[in-house]
């Protein structure tokens, strides 16, 4: 019995010692900062993690804050460069709590925080980009290009009202793309279009080109090929035949008159075809023998 | 026996591809935490985060991703309705990217931002449009598709080390960079030129590689004929000559022999050819001739 009573009491000894511990304490986790409010006036933030104590609820409060960054895309909106064209610049923000006492007592909440934010953020982000001219956001020229220089003034321009205002700190403002109000796209894809159908038909004309060239080189080379060929032939053949009169007339010049009977001979041969008919007088060898013996007699 | 059980409670499992850390009273306890069995306190005492540091994590970006084929056509690109970004040159490209990473700080990696994904998201968005914005589209899309590709990495990386996420970028891979869909066919018209006119070149070469060599075996033969006709033209005359000299040597051995007998040979080959030989007398009115030879009594 005298057992009992006492295990009764352990058991409600423990349950009151939870309870106790429950209220009477807190923790404040590594990725937090903590505000005590008592009856709603701050009077403590404690930025070092681990286990405090409290007064319960409703003499002290625990505000807690997440201070690892927080991160958003700011709201759509067209901005305007100082070239006057129209652009769509979505930024995001990277944030968190630095200040958790003024945070509290600003902005109280991330929802809030984050439209706050956002037109602090937006409005810096018009104001940079009529700095800057359209070339700077796009160029192929890479020196041109400023989107980190203009992520950095943005963040200049914000940073400094954040933390006093907001207890914020602006940890970076990314530009996430870039684009172009949707009237101005038909004009750009036309443009685009146009661009292609040009290149399309200079590689076209180039390829003809080329080959074109290539065609005219190969013949004009064939040509000079041959005639080069064909000169060396002649030249040859007039070489060969001075060298041969050089040879004939070595020759026939030991006896002229022979050469001629010779050639004579041979133009002989030549001259007399199929229909040739011959006169002759009845003294020529050897027809005279026609004539029979007696003539020859009497020629004798 | 309940107490026993709140105590194992604190016992975890830390699997091989995590390491763990340990909040004590929400304070974070140096010791980083290896695989396998961890001894912790009981929750509230201790919290245990197990991290996953030895996964290959991966995200896809699609927010930028051409419209699928067959979508209807358009010809304007709106802002949020159709992901886009422009290149250096205005034009306007779609993307899709797939990243991979690991967590090298499991500390900064939990306690850096609670959104990591998203953030590390927004940070590759930036850093391709970034590179793409002082890219030309023929660049991009083809030479340097992979320097875009690399600088990207290089971007997001500098971006993630800078806001202390510890994480790192293994690999950012292109699943997917195009023109703007509606002229899409105008830059693949492009590609068949190009193509074209490559065929046209090639056909050129091979007509110049078969030309060529025609030619030059042409000159070749024509060179070796004449030089063929150069040889014989002066063997054919030293011949000439050779013969001539011998036969002027036999006709100053014996002149009147040697003309006679050359003269008879010409004669015999001459004769036969003649249709007719008509001989004329010495007196005049007589005329014999081969036909009436027959008659002659």
């Known amino acids: 019995m005298k057992q009992r009573v006492l295990m009764r009491v352990t058991a409600v000894a423990v349950v009151v010692l939870i309870l106790a511990a429950a209220t009477f304490s807190y923790q404040v986790r590594q990725n937090e900062h903590v505000v005590l409010t008592r009856f709603g006036k701050p009077i403590r933030v404690l930025a070092e993690p681990g286990l405090y104590g409290k007064w319960p609820w409703p003499v002290e409060m625990v505000n807690r804050f997440d201070v690892r960054l927080d991160f958003f895309e700011t709201r759509l909106a067209e901005a305007l460069t100082r070239d006057k064209r129209n652009v769509i610049v979505p930024v995001f923000v990277t944030w968190r709590i630095a200040d958790p006492l003024r945070f509290l007592e600003s902005l109280g909440s991330v929802p ?189 | 026996m309940l107490v026993l059980l709140y105590l194992a409670s604190g016992v975890h499992r830390v699997a091989p591809n995590e390491s763990a850390l340990v909040l004590r009273f929400g304070k974070l306890q140096p010791q980083v935490h290896t695989p396998g069995l961890l001894f912790a306190w009981p929750p509230p005492v201790d919290e245990v985060i197990r991290v996953p540091v030895r996964s290959a994590l991966e995200i896809l970006l699609d927010d930028w991703g051409a419209p699928p084929e067959g979508s209807p056509a358009v010809t304007t690109m709106h802002p949020v309705r159709d992901g886009y970004t422009l290149t250096g040159d205005a034009n306007v490209v779609h993307a899709r990217l797939s990243v991979r990473y690991q967590i090298v700080d499991p500390v900064a990696a939990v306690f850096a931002t609670q959104q990591r994904e998203a953030l590390s998201e927004a940070v590759l968005y930036q850093s391709l449009a970034r590179v793409l914005a002082r890219t030309s589209v023929d660049a991009a899309l083809t030479t340097d598709r992979d320097l875009v590709r690399q600088e990207t990495q290089r971007l997001a990386q500098q971006e993630l080390d800078r806001l202390g996420l510890g994480l790192q970028l293994a690999a950012v891979e292109f699943r997917e960079l195009l023109p703007a869909r509606p002229v899409l066919p105008a830059f693949q018209e492009v590609v068949s030129a190009q193509v074209e006119a490559r065929v046209l070149s090639q056909q050129a070469e091979s007509y110049r590689a078969e030309t060529l060599p025609g030619a030059q075996a042409e000159a070749y033969r024509v060179r070796q004929e004449a030089m063929a006709d150069q040889h014989d033209r002066i063997a054919r005359a030293k011949g000439e000559a050779q013969s001539f000299k011998v036969l002027l040597a036999e006709s100053r051995q014996s002149p009147a022999v040697t003309r006679a007998r050359l003269w008879a040979e010409t004669w015999e080959v001459v004769a036969p050819k003649l249709q007719t030989t008509t001989v004329l007398p010495d007196t005049p009115g007589q005329l014999w001739l081969p036909a009436a030879t027959g008659d002659r009594p």
């Open chain 1, 112 to 300: 809030n925080a984050r439209a706050k934010i956002d037109s602090l953020v937006t409005s810096a982000k018009n104001t940079t980009l009529g700095n800057y001219d359209y070339h700077q956001l796009v160029s192929t020229n890479r020196d041109d290009v400023k989107l980190d220089e203009i992520e950095e003034r943005i963040v200049t321009l914000v940073a400094a009202q954040a933390q006093e205002d907001f207890g914020v700190e602006i940890a970076q403002v990314g530009i996430k793309r870039l684009a172009l109000p949707e009237a101005n796209t038909e004009f750009v894809l036309t443009r685009m279009r146009a661009e292609r159908e040009q290149f399309a038909a200079k590689f076209r004309a180039e390829g003809r080109q080329a080959a074109d060239e290539i065609r005219a080189r190969t013949d004009a080379e064939r040509t000079v090929l041959l005639a080069e060929a064909q000169q060396f032939a002649e030249e040859t053949r007039g070489q060969a035949e001075a060298d041969a009169a050089r040879i004939y007339a070595t020759a026939h010049s030991q006896d002229p008159e022979f050469y001629r009977f010779l050639r004579e001979l041979e133009a002989l041969r030549n001259v007399v075809g199929d229909n040739t008919t011959l006169v002759l007088d009845g003294k020529t060898p050897p027809f005279h023998h026609l004539l029979g013996p007696e003539r020859e007699r009497d020629e004798r």
